[in-house]
């Protein structure tokens, strides 16, 4: 026997069983596959060349900035955060938090190039983005001094509640 796959649970829901054996000399079905796929990525670019770069950014609201003239959505390492709205604010408080936002992340990017990473693009198509300054994620020290909260779910019915009392 030359090889045995297999197959995993998502493999099996598809109807896709186990191989079976083959004889010496005679390659598995599979093997084309592999041959296929690992042409393909040997001739793309190396993972996360294109998706990273460093650059001069100008502060837009407290999770989003712009570099080169496209807007970045900032989340941390842990996932996606989100900070008050300033133009859209729901009550004044909302407005002065959002303010205090955009103001702390003008001071972690002040006279620095931030390196940015980007992690996929929103459901408008915008970038997301892990920023980093100093080697420190922006994004977890916003939400570690409550300018930012998670918002893992990225579900309008879960986003952060800026005009309450923290908690």
Known sequence: MVAKWVPSNR????????????????????TTT???????????EPAGTAQERTGPASVIDGDTIRVDGERIRLRSEAGPIDAPELRTAKCQLELFRAEAARDRLKALLKDREPEIRQTGTDKYGRPVAIVRVDGK???????REGHAKPWPTLRRADRPEWCGPER
Request: charged share 15%; proline share 8%.
């Open 11 to 30: 493999d099996a829901a598809h109807g896709i069983g186990r191989s079976q054996a083959v004889a010496p000399g005679e390659p598995p079905i599979r």
């Open 34 to 44: 592999i041959a296929i796929a690992a042409a393909f990525l040997a001739t793309s």
């Open 137 to 143: 994620d922006v994004g977890a020290i916003l939400v």
